[in-house]
């Protein structure tokens, strides 16, 4: 089975997959390519109806309330806008939908129909900025979860004590969806059916979650910005299933339609070093693990694929550990980051020192025309459009890529261009909108993927680029606020030393329980991330989590890797590679086959097998590699508690992984 394209619909899909697979839920509501030609949108006073996939869809155009009819009865989509939208004009009808206007707001909306979905779109036409508390969603009675894409994503029951509480640190968050969310995306689990909305016009749109009467609500603001470039919002609203990824499906429909889904076959076709991370886990390096010496040492472990990175401090890995980890099938690549300018003088670290007056003419500005501090207040946040603007005559960027890799890398890991917060620059030089930073990030890493032939990386990467990346070190954690915390306890976290392996990364640290809960617990964990975007990226954990740093945790860490098919991420070092390379390469061997089978192939299925959600099942391309994990103390149908079992297509017998087990 596979998902469908634009002319072919994702709940087609799904009745296919379904037939093939029986009880896997990815379903979501996208129109059935099997049902009548939709009525045109009724228009009854101040209401507008709206033929969707699975029903009706009805609008209150006095206060934005949405409802739908559906077989199952009705559900409520959105609550009535958080604040007047303003007074609704005559409604008129369009060829596709309807249109009306709120004259004492200068916004204008429209409805329509389109792949089954309800998609409302608001323009702005004033010339001040202002925001839309809108759509309001979890309030219906049947909701059950929220379906939330933090890190590879979260289904939350919506009355669940923990997540409403103080400790879970998100009731009263609220997070931009173009930077912290890892798809504009949100959904709710409500009785028998879901709903699913997608956020296209991510930029300048924040998702507010509050705790009700002990119940988790959603609020989407969206600011209307002429500077900012956001005076256009739209939401695309779906009946789905009801299954805690429909949401993903939906959304990777929407990707299909839209010509926005990247296909890891096509990256390796066109940049043949990415086919090297098929199967391969990924580790950054130090002291003598990035000699020649030390990667012959791992490769006579017998771990046969694997991703290299090294920081670019004073000792970066030179030409002849390259060339060895080359030959012993590894891609290799340095880390580095466009995004930081300090004083070349006092800068303390070499990706933020720039040729010329780099710094500090490339600062991006605020309004009060004062530099935008760079991370941790160290120099400023560069500007990427004074960045495109001198790189057809200074080639700054080029010039340091080339200067990265002069000693044979095939990769690279661009931090924070697919992850980090989009500027706006009022620089009189170099003047850029959020959308215009987002734009500039995806044309350069485009030219170090296709024109310099990299496999490119980048911390969490936001869906918008998953065309350009071939894989991130990020968007599989989860992270609670708690986590920077507790890094910054450089006591029982560990500090920037010794050099050649410094305890940040390699000593062992214990989360508080809140962190721990929220970030790792299983019966909370849903693949939103792969759902959407398997076959396009590979995804892996935060870089400074290594799988040796959260003793804790390494169990689910694992059971999760093995049932998502994704890489785990480690730090080596001389002394490490010792003492744990072993269980390096058993884990390594495992992980292997399964991964360059189903690599490329999309996750087709996912489903809770026992009521509390310790078991979990997943399946990837049409029958090719099919898991089961279980989290739980208790064996199930055959498989201990801790294990996890995968069967690729041909295999007569299931391939046991007891991580636990595993020789250290």
Known sequence: ??????????????????????????????????????QAVRVHDHLVDVPVAGGTATIDTTTLRVTARTASGSVELSAPAAGAPGTPGRVTTTADGARWTYGNTGLTVTARAEKGRLLVSVRSTGSADHTLKWPVTGGDPAASALQLPRGEGLSIPVGDTFWNSPEAGLAG????????????LWGYTTGRTGVSYLVPTDIGTTLDIASEKGRLRTTAVHTFSRGDGTTDYTVAFSLTDGSPVAPAVDYRAWMKEHGQLGSLKRKIEAVPANKKLLGAFHAYVWGKARTPEGIRKLRALGVDRMWIGYDSGPNPMNAAAVSAAKEAGYLVGPYDSFANGQDPATSDTPTSTWPDKVYPDFCVQRADKTPEPGFHDRGCYLSTEAFEKAEPTRHYLADRTRQMTANGADSYFLDVDAAGELWRDHS????????????????????????????LGSEAAGAWSNQVLSYDHGSGTPVHDGLWKAERDKQKWGGYAPEKAPDTFFKPAE?????????????????LFETALHDSLVNVERWELSYDKLPRQKTDRALLAMLYNTPLNFVISGDSLDKQGGELAALQKYFAPLHQA?????????????????VQRTSFGDGTLTVTANFGPKTYDGLPGGCVDAKLKGDKEARRLCPADVNR
């Open 428 to 455: 009189p030089s170099h003047p850029q909108t959020k959308a215009q930073d987002r734009a500039n990030r995806l044309a350069r890493m485009k030219r170090l993927a296709d024109g310099d032939k990299l496999a």
């Open 173 to 184: 968050s609220s997070t931009g969806m173009d930077s912290g969310l890892t798809l504009p």
């Open 511 to 527: 989360l508080p329980a809140d962190v721990a809960k929220a970030m790792y617990d299983p019966t909370y964990r849903v693949p």
């Open 1 to 38: 089975m596979h998902f469908t394209n634009s002319s072919r619909t994702a709940r087609a899909a799904a009745v296919a997959l379904a037939v093939t697979l029986p009880c896997v839920t990815l379903v979501t509501g996208a129109a059935d390519a099997t049902s009548p030609p939709a």
């Open 598 to 614: 189903a690599g490329t192939e999309p996750m087709t299925g996912f489903r809770t097998l026992t009521p509390d959600r310790t």
